[in-house]
C-alpha cells in the first residue's frame, strides 16, 4: 500500500458518492490504507487519499475524494466533481432507501461532472447477507440500463473493493490511452 514507485504517469481523481452511512470512507479506507476503522469518525474532514496502482505497465495515481459528512446537508458542491474522471456511487444492500436515492446522485453527477465520467455502483456490506433488502439483480438491472460499471462489496471483509477501484481506474485508462 502506499505509492507503489516514484514516477507516476497518470493522476486520476475518482469521488466517492452515495447517502450517508452507506460505507463511503470504509470503502476508502480500504482502499487506500487497508483499514476497517470501527471509529469511522476517524475519516471526517480527510479530503482525498491516494494509492498508487500498477495499470498496463504504467504507474497510476487514484486520487480518491470522499465526502466527509456534507451528504447529510446536501452541500456537495461542483467544487468536489470538479476534474473527476470517475465516480463510485454506493448503496447499502441492507437499507433499500439508499438504493432508491440512486437515481438522485446520478442526477447530481450527471449535472456537475465530465460527461465523460466513469461511473460505478457498489452495492456495500455484502457481509450482511441475511440483512439484505436489495436484490443483486434490481442493481444489475439498474446498472445495465444506465450504462454504470456493477460491483458488490463488503469494505469490512475486503471483499471486491480492489476490484471496484480496479474497474474504474482501467476503464479511464483506456479512455485515456
Ligand atoms: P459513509 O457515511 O458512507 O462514509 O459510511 P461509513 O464508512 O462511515 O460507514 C457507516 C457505517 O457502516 C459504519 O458503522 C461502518 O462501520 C459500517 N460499514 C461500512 N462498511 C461496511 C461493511 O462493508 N460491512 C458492514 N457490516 N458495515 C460496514
Ligand atoms: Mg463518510
Known amino acids: ?42 475519516t471526517i474532514g480527510v479530503e482525498f487519499q491516494t494509492r498508487t496502482m500498477i495499470i498496463h505497465h504504467k504507474s497510476v ?29 454506493v448503496y447499502d444492500i441492507t437499507k433499500r432507501q439508499t438504493f432508491d436515492h440512486i437515481p438522485r446522485w ?9 460527461k465523460n465520467i466513469v461511473i460505478i455502483l457498489i452495492g456495500n456490506k455484502t457481509d450482511l447477507e441475511d440483512q439484505r433488502a436489495v436484490p443483486t439483480e434490481d442493481a444489475k438491472e439498474f446498472a445495465e440500463k444506465e450504462g454504470l460499471f456493477f460491483l458488490e462489496t463488503s469494505a469490512l471483509e475486503s471483499t471486491n473493493v480492489e476490484e471496484a477501484f480496479l474497474t474504474v481506474l482501467t476503464e479511464i485508462f483506456n479512455i485515456v490511452n
Open 61 to 89: 495515481k487514484a486520487q480518491i475524494w470522499d465526502t466527509a459528512g456534507q451528504e447529510r446537508y446536501r452541500a456537495v458542491t461542483s467544487a468536489y466533481y470538479r476534474g473527476a474522471v470517475g465516480a463510485m456511487l
Open 1 to 42: 500500500y502506499g505509492d507503489a514507485s516514484q514516477k507516476v504517469d497518470y493522476v486520476f481523481k475518482v469521488v466517492l458518492i452515495g447517502d450517508s452511512a452507506v460505507g463511503k470512507s470504509q470503502i476508502l479506507s480500504r482502499y487506500a490504507r487497508n483499514e476497517f476503522n470501527l471509529d469511522s469518525k476517524a
Open 106 to 114: 446520478l442526477e447530481e453527477l450527471r449535472a456537475h461532472a465530465d
